[in-house]
Nanobody, 124 residues
Framework: QVQVVESGGGLVQAGGSLRLSCTASGLTFDDYTMGWFRQAPGKEREGVSCISWSGGTIYYADSVKGRFTISRDNAKNTLYLQMNSLKSEDTAMYYC?????????????????WGQGTQVTVSS
């Protein structure tokens, strides 16, 4: 059974930083492109950043480029998202997931094995 657990969210002031972690079990982690997604109240889930199995290919949404950094440690089955210079518009529930439809590339419809999410709240 696949289990994905996100952690590291919290309340932070604008301009601050957080580091999210996502640990996956029950799947061969380094077989999968992994991604971070977020969903704010009343909005659709959007792809924030995705990383190929080797880390060689990375995607960032325009809204986070230059502020967020995605990484992975395949030996630890863990995905990370370093978030710097946080803004109030980054407030959302953050999820990680694995790509199950090749070529989806940060389109949430191609990802599965969603965790419960971790809440990020940025106060202005």
């Amino acid at each position: 059974q696949v289990q994905v657990v996100e952690s590291g969210g919290g309340l932070v002031q604008a301009g601050g930083s957080l580091r999210l972690s996502c640990t996956a079990s029950g799947l061969t982690f380094d077989d999968y492109t992994m991604g971070w997604f977020r969903q704010a109240p009343g909005k659709e889930r959007e792809g924030v950043s995705c990383i190929s199995w080797s880390g060689g290919t990375i995607y960032y949404a325009d809204s986070v480029k230059g502020r967020f950094t995605i990484s992975r440690d395949n030996a630890k089955n863990t995905l990370y998202l370093q978030m710097n210079s946080l803004k109030s518009e980054d407030t959302a529930m953050y999820y990680c997931a694995a790509e199950i439809r090749s070529g989806s590339w940060c389109d949430a419809s191609g990802f599965a094995f969603w965790g419960q999410g971790t809440q990020v709240t940025v106060s202005s």
